[in-house]
């Protein structure tokens, strides 16, 4: 059963860099894409972006200019990256496996990691 | 980017009580939405995909309906651990995105 593990700071100042990584544990990297999400507290999901195992990545416009989403394939890991981070990046961060459904290209996230709760305070 | 709405916001039902709600795309995203479900402390679990597709191992009383912009999602009757946040989101642009949510909680 493929599961995700996850880590990183949880603790920045304004204008630090966020840095967190998910591990994949069980399953096949390739083939999948891998997304991260953050949820802002008592707020709903935001999509931040993704990344295959080739390092496609895709990236929600609202935070393209502060992300990186990187692969390491030799690790089965991915990592995420926003620069410049405010009080506004507080939030709790999962990684999640996206996958098309067999002979589609309806796609969803079906496993997510436990999430990683970040906070920026000076 | 395409948004997305829920409603109700929140909802209070009882034990054994049908429950629909209501997720609308703002433009047409044929059958490209997914339903989650996040209970408190915990992450988002996926409940149905492609509208209507239930995911392997989720109970048969939840069901997904609708294309186009109108969706809705149907817990036939409510389980005590159905109480948490429901979100729908659509894949059909390559930027996701997500509902604001809809509370179930007991009555």
């Known amino acids: 059963q493929v599961q995700l593990q996850q880590w990183g700071a949880g603790l920045l100042k304004p204008s630090e860099t966020l840095s967190l990584t998910c591990a994949v544990y069980g399953g096949s990297f390739s083939g999948y894409y891998w997304s991260w999400i953050r949820q802002p507290p008592g707020k709903g999901l935001e999509w931040i972006g993704e990344?295959?195992?080739?390092?496609?990545?895709n990236y929600n416009p609202s935070l393209k200019s502060r992300v990186t989403i990187s692969v390491d394939t030799s690790k089965n890991q991915f990592s995420l990256k926003l620069s410049s981070v405010t009080a506004a990046d507080t939030a709790v961060y999962y990684c999640?496996?996206?996958?098309?459904?067999?002979?589609?290209?309806?796609?969803?996230?079906?496993?997510w990691g436990k999430g990683t709760t970040v906070t920026v305070s000076s | 980017d395409i948004q997305m709405t829920q409603s109700p916001s929140s909802l209070s039902a009882s034990v054994g009580d049908r429950v629909t709600i209501t997720c609308r795309a703002s433009q047409s995203i044929s059958s490209y939405l997914n339903w989650y479900q996040q209970k408190p402390g915990k992450a988002p679990k996926l409940l149905i995909f492609?509208?209507?597709s239930l995911q392997s191992g989720v109970p048969s009383r939840f069901s997904g309906s609708g294309s186009g912009t109108d969706f809705t999602l149907t817990i036939s009757s409510l389980q005590p651990e159905d109480f948490a946040t429901y979100y729908c989101?659509?894949?059909?642009?390559?930027?996701?995105?997500f509902g604001p949510g809809t509370k179930v909680d007991i009555k």
């Open positions: 990344i295959n195992h080739s390092g496609s990545t």
């Open positions: 999640a496996r996206g996958i098309a459904a067999a002979g589609t290209d309806y796609y969803y996230m079906d496993v």
């Open positions: 492609a509208a209507s």
């Open positions: 989101q659509q894949s059909y642009s390559t930027i996701f995105t």
